[in-house]
């Protein structure tokens, strides 16, 4: 009860009077703004648009503004919001606005089921294919105006692909790729000159120099050469292509310019490859040399832990990928240490493992990410687009992908200095050969290899183990080679359902489908067989009936 | 109201009254189905079988059979039984009582045709772990269809499924399935020089003379029937540009330097990001061929080789003049 100060008694309507006022008060406010909010959104004075995605890394909703404010400035009465959410309640979060219908009208895709499976993007999202090979109209004033906007992103817009409903969903945005990060600081220290390793065989050396420095300054408890946020594997991809595209020629048996681990398996059974073949041991040597740099047990290592090690300067290079560069070059900055950003450099002809190089690994069939898609019920779904096509016209995307430092995906948009060497080299081969057939095989590969890279067992052991594991009948090539042919199965089924919606609804509303989509899923579907031509290529190239070998491997319908 | 004023006597009100009524009751009812076909489709759309079979049951029961309404209704839900999952042996059987419904009773023939070639795609397809494939009733469906409906756009469709399903014998050592089902479609094509299909036809036909029958001449040629018609699944054909340019380069008894030189340019300007641009540029080197302008490679020298590129740094915030 409060006090009436006057009478010195206490009053009964006194303190009762403020919260009531104060109630009315809030209330009155809250009217307004909710009536004002409404008539915003019932009938807006300006077209809005609303974009959520989960890039809360530095820089990325600063890019995202300044290319908002550049489109806003070219299209007069048009608002764009963009909804920064973090990524632990991204899910929950577009998953219910999804439902209640509530969506904003661009979401990125990703981390939610019902951004990423089919049956969900389709009753929630716009299908994109017919939308995307007129030019993008923003790119006017440059080389790309007559270019199907598609074929205006570096990944041919393959990001956005959903390859079961055949169609595209998403519009991708940005790129991403791996690097190695440098410390020129401490290279400098320890080896006398920061100059940047250019061969693989400079690389080991300056290894080695930062070893003998972390002796020299007793730090050789804490001190490595080398971290990787992703273990050795991210590290042994950039070094699989040099050392094998080579095979090609042998093992590429349907000519489409890679080698499948089907054809990998095949070529192993006839000991066209082996472990034992020159180019694969010098492979696997090369690899167990960079893992004589990393730390003891590297396996256990992660992204955190390698970035923080990096960070304190007890190691000089790092193994991560483009999406970090921002925040390890702000790490650099603190700490005090020039940084620089290099491709995985490869031995030269005249060092050990030279000669078994063909090229580097090109970059060109890299896919985008940052992948943004058009809410169904979007009452702008048109103008959302039209951002879109802003963010990746070659101006636009510079502007998203400049300020953010992340590499940019538009052919010709021009990198921030950080990204540079992020830019995917569309120079080098592609072709590899992949002794990981199936996912069993691969998980004893990945297992018992990083054993041999760590020092904790030799060659020889990985060898008796892989040979185990790949001629093992129930889990080795034979039930991958099952496994591939259940899938292409399955996928010619799925692709019967895309069909087969998209022949009713022409049925039912005559002109109203995409014919070529139509005869692209057609066509797709009937390349594959049902599966056939896997059953025949066992027969043939494996020497054995299927239905014999594989008589105890049930098909698993979803 | 108008209609009393214009009436001469009790039943002529009766009338009016009665008109009027049921002008009321039906109006809604007329609205009510509408809204319940544009849900039902919607559920096509979503590729949600479960929900289109909830929703097209009873506007199939309400419909006349023969009508626009059952028509539809009827494909609908047996295509719907045919995709739903889980897929049973009710399921599938249930789709085909439905499609077969509409062969016998549907009012427009691009429903029958559809059923029919349905019919085809269940026994083709294995739908269920028991289900068995059986090949032949499959082609007998399609041939169904390309006889009631040889002067229709399906009738290709139909030619193609069913050599398909010769195709996909793969009986080696002879491959006389497969030899059969490519002669049906050469003939085919032949017989119809204005078919909606007939890139995908040649292209398929390039496929099977490529493997299983390694008869690489006849598979370029295919191949470059495909490319005069323009490829079907635009943007993803450079795997077949290639396959065109290994083939004409290394694999006949008199290579065609020119055909593959057209594929490997092509590869650069259509199709960049396949991997293969690369090396097209050295392979069009190699044969002496004038290499075209890629925007992709624009910022890297294509004749040299990567090695590491020079590298960008960040300089420490005490070192760096621009902050």
Redesign the interface.
């Known amino acids: 009860m409060s006090i009436d100060t006057r009478e010195g008694k206490p009053s009964r309507f006194g303190g009762n009077l403020i919260g009531v006022v104060m109630l009315v008060v809030a209330f009155t406010v809250s009217l307004i703004v909710a009536t004002v909010n409404t008539l915003r959104i019932e009938r807006p004075s300006e077209t809005v648009i609303r974009i959520a995605h989960w890039q809360l890394e530095k820089g990325y909703r600063e890019a995202m503004q300044e290319a908002i404010e550049e489109y806003q400035r070219r299209n007069p009465g048009v608002k764009i919001e963009q909804m920064g959410v973090t990524e632990k309640l991204y899910n929950q979060w577009v998953n219910t606005q999804l439902i209640s219908g509530t969506a904003p009208d661009l979401c990125e895709m990703g981390h939610s089921n019902m951004l990423t499976k089919?049956?969900y993007t389709?009753?929630y999202f716009i299908p994109l294919s017919s939308l995307i090979t007129r030019p993008n109209p923003y790119n006017a004033d440059n080389?790309?105006k007559d270019t199907p906007w598609?074929?205006t992103l570096?990944?041919?817009m393959?990001g956005g692909f959903r390859e079961g409903l055949q169609e595209y969903y998403g519009i991708p945005t940005t790129l991403i790729s791996m690097r190695l990060f440098?410390n020129?600081?401490l290279l400098k220290e320890a080896t006398g000159s920061d100059a940047?390793?250019?061969?693989f065989g400079q690389w080991m050396e300056q290894c080695r120099a930062i070893r003998e420095y972390a002796k020299r300054t007793g730090q050789e408890r804490t001190m490595v050469p080398v971290v990787s946020c992703y273990g050795i594997q991210s590290i042994q991809g950039a070094y699989e292509v040099p050392f094998t595209s080579s095979y090609e020629r042998m093992l590429d048996l349907?000519?489409?310019?890679?080698v499948l681990p089907i054809e990998t398996y095949i070529g192993y059974r006839k000991k066209q490859v082996t472990l034992q073949d020159p180019s694969m041991q010098a492979l696997f040597q090369a690899m167990k040399t960079v893992g004589d740099q990393m730390q003891l047990g590297f396996s256990g290592m992660d992204r955190q832990t390698a970035q923080f090690t990096f960070a304190n300067q007890r190691a000089a290079f790092l193994s991560t990928g483009s999406w970090d560069a921002s925040g390890v070059?702000l790490q650099?900055?603190?700490?005090?240490?020039?940084?620089?950003?290099?491709?995985m450099?490869?031995p030269?002809m005249d060092e050990p493992f030279g000669a078994y190089i063909r090229?580097?690994q090109?970059e060109?069939?890299s896919n985008g990410a940052g992948v943004y898609g058009v809410y169904k019920n979007s009452r702008n779904a048109e103008r959302a687009l039209d951002f879109l096509m802003f963010l990746t016209s070659r101006e636009g995307n510079e502007i998203l992908n400049q300020r953010s430092e992340w590499p940019p995906l538009t052919?010709?948009a021009k990198p921030s200095?950080?990204m540079?060497?992020f830019?995917p080299?569309?120079?080098?081969?592609?072709a590899r050969v992949n002794i990981s057939f199936g996912p069993r095989v691969a998980q004893a590969v990945t297992a018992e290899m990083v054993n041999f890279y760590q020092g904790f067992a030799p060659f020889s052991e990985f060898e008796r183990i892989y040979n185990e594991v790949i001629f093992d009948p129930r889990r080795g090539g034979d039930w991958a080679w099952w496994n591939e042919y259940d899938l292409r199965?399955r996928d010619?089924?799925n692709k019967?359902?895309?069909l087969?919606?998209d022949?009713?609804?022409e049925?039912?509303n005559?002109g109203s489908r995409d014919a070529?989509r139509t005869?692209?899923a057609?066509?797709?579907q009937?390349?594959r067989?049902?599966g056939?031509?896997y059953?025949?290529l066992f027969?043939?190239q494996r020497e054995a009936d299927p239905y014999q070998v594989w008589k105890d491997f049930?098909?698993v319908?979803? | 109201m108008q209609v009393f004023a214009l009436g001469d006597g009790g039943s002529v009100k009766k009338l009016s009254i009665c008109l009027i009524l049921l002008s009321i009751c039906h109006t809604p009812a007329l609205a009510s189905t509408d809204d319940a076909f544009a849900a039902a489709r919607q559920t096509l759309v979503e590729l949600d079988w479960k929900s289109a079979i909830r929703l097209y049951t009873p506007l199939r029961d309400a419909a006349k059979p023969g009508s626009k309404e059952w028509n539809e209704a009827t494909y609908c839900l047996a295509t719907a039984y045919h995709h739903v999952q889980p897929p049973s042996y009710d399921t599938i059987q249930s789709a085909l009582n439905n499609y077969q419904q509409v062969i016998d009773k549907a009012s427009d023939p691009r429903f029958v045709a559809r059923a029919m070639m349905n019919l085809g795609r269940v026994y083709e397809l294995r739908d269920y772990p028991e289900d068995i494939v059986d090949m032949d009733k499959a082609r007998e469906a399609y041939e169904q269809v390309v006889a009631r409906f040889p002067g229709d756009p399906i009738a290709g469709e139909a030619a193609l499924r069913a050599a398909s399903t010769l195709v996909m014998a793969f009986d080696e050592p002879n491959y006389e399935k497969v030899k059969a089902g490519v002669a049906f479609l050469e003939k085919w094509l032949a017989d119809h020089p204005n078919e909606e299909l007939a890139s995908v036809m040649w292209q398929y036909i390039g496929d099977a003379y490529f493997r299983p029958l390694q008869d690489y001449k006849n598979a370029l040629q295919a191949y470059e029937k495909v490319d005069k018609l323009g490829w079907t699944d635009q943007g993803n054909q450079g795997p077949w540009y290639w396959r065109c340019a290994q083939l004409a380069e290394r694999f006949l008894d008199q290579p065609e330097p020119e055909i593959a030189a057209k594929y490997y340019a092509k590869i650069i300007i259509e199709t960049p990001n396949s991997g293969k641009a690369y090396e097209s540029m050295q392979a069009l080197r190699r044969l002496n061929k004038p290499v075209p302008y890629s925007p992709l490679f624009a910022k890297f020298d294509p004749t040299a080789q990567p090695t590491t590129q020079e590298a960008v740094t960040t300089q420490p915030a005490t070192q760096r003049s621009d902050r």
């Open positions: 089919d049956e389709v009753k080389e790309l598609k074929e570096l990944d041919g393959r440098v020129r600081t940047l390793p250019k061969t349907d000519l489409n310019g890679e070059a650099a900055e603190t700490a005090g240490f020039e940084l620089a950003v290099i491709q450099p490869l030269a090229g580097r090109n060109a069939s052919i010709g200095k950080l540079e060497p830019q080299d569309p120079r080098g081969y592609n199965r010619v089924r019967e359902r895309v087969a919606q022949l009713a609804l049925l039912i005559p070529g005869r692209r057609v066509l797709q009937l390349t067989y049902n056939t031509d059953l025949w027969r043939t049930q098909p319908f979803p």
